[in-house]
């Protein structure tokens, strides 16, 4: 499948779309919601399985989490830099995931109201 290039973002497009588009619409992101939805993993145990380098589960982590659809077994300042510490598990908020599928669909089909689209 071919790569498309990014392009900016519709004028009347809602910034919460626009940011979820930025986040599920990668591949790897999509993988660890999926393998996060089956049962708590840590980052090492993300990277085997999306076959991704540690570094970037974090920074795909990183993203995810600022949009709520994922959940550390931790908060962000219990958190040692660079991984150092007690191993963190990582699951996939469900009820935010469904939630940003319904903005999702409800945007591609045309039921949004631009007015009432919150900004996140």
Sequence with gaps: MRTMPSLPAPRDMPTEVKVI???????????????????????????????TVVSQVRKHLAILEELGLV???????????????????????????EEVGRLWISYVTG???PDTAQDR
């Design 21 to 51: 588009i930025d986040a599920i619409g990668h591949s790897v992101r999509t993988e660890i919601l999926r393998q996060l939805a089956e049962r708590p993993l840590g980052v090492r145990e993300l990277a085997d399985a999306t076959g």
């Design 71 to 97: 959940v550390a077994d931790s908060s962000p300042d219990e958190r040692r830099p660079g991984g150092r510490g007690r191993a963190v598990l990582w699951s996939t908020d469900v009820k935010r995931a």
């Design 111 to 113: 039921r949004h109201s």
